[in-house]
């Protein structure tokens, strides 16, 4: 059974520094989502990494995945408090958009 | 860009009663949708797949007969959730995905559900 976990769950960020969250999964993926959920929406697309060593980046975040190690990162740099969501990280190994999410880490950047 | 849309956004119920949600997928064919439940302030939890033409795939621990899923066309999957209860109260969302699999994922906009 594949399992996805994020750590933290919490993230209560200053503006302006750096913060990272972490997906680890448990089995062999094919892709590895990102997404981003305000409150009482629903998913916000950010990222889909395909392959070992992908890294992509959009404004603040930067995403990356390291299939070897089962893991994937977003990064935030300089945090702004117009970032303050909930943030999934989502597995799909099954190469047909079946996803399992992981817990989810709300962030949110204090002033 | 390809847009998924869910009906209704939000309803509001009886306990005791049935309630339809519709996934549709606007501008491109989808042979497989899913279907997502959310609790508050906690992750999505896949329920089913929704296969059309066919029957649908049930994750382990959902009632296939309260949770009934048809996927009549290529672009519409419905969810019934029958005999609704308060613990059926959740966020329900749907994703569907462009032909050939695995085609570019999108996902409807949720439909909450509030049973009283």
């Known amino acids: 059974e594949l399992k996805v976990e994020q750590n933290p769950l919490f993230l209560s960020m200053q503006e302006g520094k750096n913060y990272t969250i972490y997906c680890n999964y448990s089995?062999?993926?094919?892709?590895l989502y990102w997404y981003r959920q305000d409150p009482g929406k629903s998913l916000e697309s950010l990222f889909v990494?395909?392959?070992?060593?992908a890294v992509k980046q959009e404004g603040r975040l930067m995403a990356s995945l390291d299939t070897k190690a089962r893991l994937s990162t977003l990064h935030i740099t300089a945090a702004v408090h117009d970032l303050s969501a909930t943030y999934f990280c989502?597995?799909?190994?099954?190469?047909?958009?079946?996803?399992?999410f992981g817990g989810g880490t709300r962030v949110l950047v204090k002033p | 860009g390809a847009v998924v849309s869910q009906h209704p956004s939000r309803v509001i119920c009886k306990s005791g009663t049935s309630v339809k949600i519709e996934c549709r997928s606007l501008?491109?064919?989808?042979?497989?949708m899913f279907w997502y439940r959310q609790f508050p302030k906690q992750s999505l939890m896949l329920m089913a797949t929704?296969?059309?033409?066919?029957?649908?795939?049930?994750e382990q621990g959902v009632e296939k007969d309260k949770f009934l899923i048809n996927h009549a066309s290529l672009t519409l999957s419905t969810l019934t959730v029958t005999s609704a209860h308060p613990e059926d109260s959740s966020f329900y969302i749907c994703?569907?995905?462009?032909?050939?699999?695995?085609?570019?994922?999108?996902f409807g906009e949720g439909s909450r559900l509030t049973v009283l």
């Open positions: 929704s296969n059309e033409g066919s029957k649908a795939t049930y």
């Open positions: 501008d491109f064919q989808a042979t497989t």
């Open positions: 089995t062999t993926s094919d892709r």
């Open positions: 990494l395909l392959s070992n060593g």
């Open positions: 989502a597995v799909d190994s099954s190469a047909g958009n079946k996803l399992t």
């Open positions: 994703s569907a995905s462009r032909q050939p699999s695995p085609g570019e994922l999108f």
